[in-house]
């Protein structure tokens, strides 16, 4: 996209194991028309069962790295500033972060800071672009409006639901 006569304002990155639902793609573009200095929007994502996932976050730190391998409630209580997951935003919300199964970003940022780094496989690359995006002045919201069907772990063939896993890959 960066090197072809196509020039779109927008670029919607999807995984490839989701399904847009109605107006989603509406709801990303009409927020960043309406907020210039805006250059990435997210979708809110459910599951098969309609359950919300957490699809906003912060950005990871040595300390909430502690406070999330402590895995006791009453430390994540006591440090909620520290949990990289936000709670599932009601309301349009800027973040550090959003989930890389569905956002629409501005080209020009992209042409300003590149493409994803092709080194990463699967799994935060999206903190690191996101990362190179916030350095770079640019803000990222989560748009609950749009909503987007997600398999979660479906491209990696990471899905036994039925065990609570240990770690992510």
Same mark, same amino acid.
């Given at each position: %996209?960066?090197?072809?006569?196509? +020039? ?8 490839? +194991?989701?399904? %847009? ?7 990303? %573009?009409? $927020? ?9 929007? *997210?979708?809110?994502?459910?599951? #098969?069962?309609? %359950? ?6 912060? $950005?990871?730190?040595? =300390? ?5 391998? /402590?895995?006791? *409630? ?21 973040? +550090?972060?959003?989930?890389?199964? =569905?956002? /629409?970003?501005?080209? #020009?940022?992209?042409?300003?800071? !590149? ?6 496989? /699967?799994?935060?690359?999206?903190? +690191? ?7 770079? *002045? ?14 979660? !772990?479906?491209?990696? *063939? $990471? ?11």
């Amino acid at each position: %996209i960066l090197e072809n006569d196509i +020039d779109p304002e927008y670029l919607w990155v999807l995984n490839p +194991d989701t399904l %847009i639902r109605p107006f989603a793609g509406k709801h990303l %573009i009409d $927020f960043l028309k309406q907020n210039q200095n805006v250059a990435v929007a *997210g979708s809110a994502l459910e599951n #098969e069962e309609g %359950i919300r996932q957490t699809s906003a976050f912060r $950005f990871p730190s040595p =300390s909430s790295e502690l406070v999330a391998n /402590l895995r006791l *409630g009453c430390v994540d209580k006591l440090f909620p500033h520290k949990l990289v997951s936000l709670a599932i935003p009601t309301e349009n919300l800027c973040v +550090d972060w959003v989930s890389g199964a =569905s956002f /629409l970003i501005r080209v #020009e940022c992209l042409k300003a800071i !590149g493409l994803m780094d092709e080194v990463y496989f /699967l799994y935060y690359e999206e903190v +690191d672009y996101f990362m190179s995006i916030h350095r770079a *002045g640019y803000e990222i919201w989560h748009i609950p409006e749009s909503l987007v069907f997600h398999v979660m !772990g479906a491209s990696t *063939g $990471f899905v036994d639901h039925t065990r609570k896993s240990n770690r992510t890959p």
